[in-house]
């Protein structure tokens, strides 16, 4: 992509390419992608329901703190267990969900339209995980605070996401760690640093690692487990895709010893 963000691609919706996008085309993508409008409409309707059902200065900050301390739990639990779990491919009506919430993002990791979480899996996700804890906080005005809070979480956690698969190398120290782990976990092995922006909880749990010197690489970092053998039995995902899946993204074959661009930026 040249300099300058094609403003056909937002219009004709044509997938944008993190890895030959600048920080500025990347915040003009972001700002104008209908997911992330949508979330942003989502925030002002739950801050508004928030005071219409005002559940008091007390409820309101505890149903915030609350969601921000589980929500990180929350993704992990589902990253790890859902996402790279191997259960929904292999029957037929989840299929298609597990191609295009995680498949399709570890099979080209630099794609900006299957980064982002599709809104009919993630909000009644989010829903699922914020609202019962506002209610048992405060009622129905701690509820809708907790929802604008997941919403909000889940906006960060788009943003830097992107920034993690974007082609910068960014200057904040801590930025460029939390970038580091999660190119490990597209590029080295996908069984460890399942975090976005906090990689505390998979320390908690043994699944962190930090750099490609603690663990051999893994086979199906690319694929998940869903290589050509498990797809001629469980077939569903390939026939979508329409082509048996890869063992690596385009553009991420490198010498041997070497490590792809991708893995470059971020170190």
């Known amino acids: 992509m040249s300099g300058t963000l094609n403003n056909a691609s937002l219009k004709t919706g044509r997938s944008f390419d993190l890895g030959k996008m600048n920080l500025r085309q990347l915040w003009i993508a ?16 739950s801050v508004a329901a928030a005071a219409h059902f005002f559940a008091g200065w007390g409820a309101t900050l505890v149903s915030i703190v609350a969601v921000i301390l589980v929500y990180p739990l929350a993704w992990y639990l589902l990253h790890r267990y859902v996402l790279h779990g191997r259960l929904l491919y292999k029957m037929k009506w989840t299929s ?51 929802f604008g809070t997941g919403v ?52 908690i749990f043994g699944s962190y690692y930090r750099d490609a010197k603690a663990r051999p690489r893994s086979p199906t970092v690319f694929n998940l487990g869903y290589d050509v ?8 995902v390939m026939d979508l895709t329409g082509s048996p899946p890869r063992d690596r993204p385009d553009g991420a074959r490198a010498p041997a010893g070497k490590t792809p661009d991708s893995a470059r930026h971020a170190a």
Request: charged letters at 15%.
């Open 30 to 45: 972001y700002l104008t992608y209908p997911t992330i409008l949508l979330y942003f409409a989502l925030v002002v309707v």
């Open 229 to 236: 053998k498990e797809a001629n039995t469980y077939p569903w």
């Open 152 to 203: 909000t979480i889940t906006c960060i956690y788009e943003f830097f996401h992107c920034i993690q698969h974007l082609n910068y190398k960014p200057r904040a120290s801590w930025i460029q760690r939390m970038k580091a782990r999660h190119v490990l976990h597209h590029f080295h092995d996908e069984d460890g640093n399942f975090g976005i922006t906090s990689f505390l909880v998979d320390r």
């Open 96 to 146: 298609a969900l597990w191609k295009r919430i995680h498949f399709d993002h570890h099979q080209d990791p630099h794609l900006l339209d299957v980064l982002f979480g599709s809104p009919a899996t993630t909000l009644p996700t989010i829903a699922i995980i914020t609202l019962p804890i506002g209610y048992l906080i405060g009622g129905w005005g701690a509820a809708a605070t907790a």
